[in-house]
C-alpha cells in the first residue's frame, strides 16, 4: 500500500497564479512516484482551475447536502468539483470556528454519502500533555467523531494525528510519542469496528522527519502544512519515493 501524502496549503498562497505555480513546480519534479500518493488541498476556490494530476482534496466542508447555508460548501459540490478528499476537523477549525467533534461527525457522515474521503484531524493541545491527559482526550475525539458509523464506512475515514502544539511551531512530535498516540487511536478503532484504520501523522513535518514518521512511528502518511507551499515538498516525496 502506497503511503498518503497530504498537502494542507491553509489559507495560501493569496494568487491562483502562485497556487498554479506551486503545483506545477511539484508535478514536474515528481513524475514517477512509486511508494506515494499526492492530495493536495488548496483553499476552495482554487479547485476547479488546478490541473488534476493528483488528487485534490478540501479544507472543510459543511454537514448538509444542500439549503440555505450561506457561506458554505457541501461535500457533494466538492465530488461534483471532482474532489477527492476533504479535511474534517483541523485544529483550526475547532479554534477558530469553534467545531465540536459532534459537528464533524455530521460532516463526516455526509461527506461519506457523496464519495469524499474524511481526513479525520484529533490532536491534544499542550496543556492536556503536560497534564497527561493526552491519550485519554485523543480517544474522546475519534470516539466521538466515529459515534453512528457503520463499520464499512469507518473503514473509509483516514484518522490523521496532529498534536496541536505541534502544528505550525517546528516543534514535531518525538517518534516514539507519535507512536504511542497512534497505537492509541487504532486501539479506539479495534475496540469499535474490529478494523485497523490508516492513520497519518502531521505537525511541523520537514525533510529531516518525513521518513521517521512512516518508517519509525508506523504511520501510513503524512499531513503536511508549511513544508507543502515550497520546494521542501518535492524534497520530501523525493525521499520517500
Ligand atoms: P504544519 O501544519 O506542517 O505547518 O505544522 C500541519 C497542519 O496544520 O496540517
Same mark, same amino acid.
Given at each position: 500500500?502506497?503511503?498518503?501524502?497530504?498537502?494542507?496549503?491553509?489559507?495560501?498562497?493569496?494568487?491562483?497564479?502562485?497556487?498554479?505555480?506551486?503545483?506545477?513546480?511539484?508535478?514536474?519534479?515528481?513524475?514517477?512516484?512509486?511508494?506515494?500518493?499526492?492530495?493536495?488541498?488548496?483553499?476552495?476556490?482554487?479547485?476547479?482551475?488546478?490541473?488534476?494530476?493528483?488528487?485534490?482534496?478540501?479544507?472543510?466542508?459543511?454537514?448538509?447536502?444542500?439549503?440555505?447555508?450561506?457561506?458554505?460548501?457541501?461535500?457533494?459540490?466538492?465530488?461534483?468539483?471532482?474532489?477527492?478528499?476533504?479535511?474534517?476537523?483541523? *485544529?483550526?477549525?475547532?479554534?477558530? +470556528? %469553534?467545531?465540536?467533534? $459532534?459537528?464533524?461527525?455530521?460532516?463526516? @457522515?455526509?461527506? !461519506? &454519502?457523496?464519495?469524499?474521503?474524511?481526513?479525520?484531524?484529533?490532536?491534544?493541545?499542550?496543556?492536556?500533555?503536560?497534564?497527561?491527559?493526552?491519550?485519554?482526550?485523543?480517544?474522546?475525539?475519534?470516539?466521538?467523531?466515529?459515534?453512528?458509523?457503520?463499520?464499512?464506512?469507518?473503514?473509509?475515514?483516514?484518522?490523521?494525528?496532529?498534536?496541536?502544539?505541534?502544528?505550525? *511551531?517546528?516543534?514535531?512530535?518525538? +517518534? %516514539?510519542?507519535?507512536? $504511542?498516540?497512534?497505537?492509541?487511536?487504532? @486501539?479506539?478503532? !479495534? &475496540?469499535?469496528?474490529?478494523?485497523?484504520?490508516?492513520?497519518?501523522?502531521?505537525?511541523?513535518?520537514?525533510?529531516?522527519?518525513?521518513?521517521?514518521?512512516?518508517?519509525?512511528?508506523?504511520?501510513?502518511?503524512?499531513?503536511?502544512?508549511?513544508?507543502?507551499?515550497?520546494?521542501?515538498?518535492?524534497?520530501?516525496?523525493?525521499?520517500?519515493?
Amino acid at each position: 500500500m502506497k503511503y498518503l501524502i497530504v498537502a494542507n496549503w491553509k489559507m495560501n498562497p493569496v494568487s491562483l497564479k502562485s497556487a498554479e505555480r506551486i503545483l506545477d513546480s511539484v508535478v514536474k519534479k515528481n513524475n514517477k512516484l512509486t511508494k506515494t500518493d499526492v492530495v493536495i488541498c488548496p483553499p476552495f476556490l482554487y479547485i476547479p482551475f488546478l490541473k488534476k494530476d493528483f488528487k485534490i482534496g478540501a479544507q472543510n466542508c459543511f454537514s448538509e447536502k444542500e439549503g440555505s447555508f450561506t457561506g458554505e460548501i457541501s461535500p457533494f459540490q466538492l465530488r461534483d468539483m471532482n474532489c477527492d478528499y476533504v479535511i474534517l476537523g483541523h *485544529s483550526e477549525r475547532r479554534k477558530y +470556528f %469553534k467545531e465540536t467533534d $459532534e459537528l464533524i461527525n455530521d460532516k463526516i @457522515k455526509e461527506s !461519506l &454519502k457523496s464519495k469524499l474521503i474524511p481526513i479525520v484531524c484529533v490532536g491534544e493541545g499542550k496543556e492536556e500533555r503536560k497534564r497527561g491527559k493526552a491519550f485519554s482526550f485523543v480517544e474522546s475525539q475519534v470516539s466521538k467523531c466515529l459515534a453512528g458509523l457503520s463499520k464499512k464506512e469507518a473503514k473509509k475515514i483516514v484518522f490523521a494525528y496532529e498534536p496541536v502544539w505541534a502544528i505550525g *511551531s517546528g516543534n514535531p512530535a518525538s +517518534f %516514539k510519542d507519535a507512536e $504511542e498516540m497512534r497505537i492509541c487511536i487504532q @486501539k479506539v478503532f !479495534l &475496540k469499535t469496528f474490529d478494523i485497523s484504520p490508516k492513520i497519518i501523522y502531521g505537525g511541523s513535518v520537514d525533510v529531516d522527519n518525513a521518513s521517521g514518521y512512516l518508517e519509525e512511528a508506523g504511520f501510513k502518511g503524512l499531513l503536511i502544512g508549511g513544508a507543502s507551499l515550497d520546494k521542501r515538498f518535492s524534497e520530501i516525496l523525493r525521499i520517500l519515493n
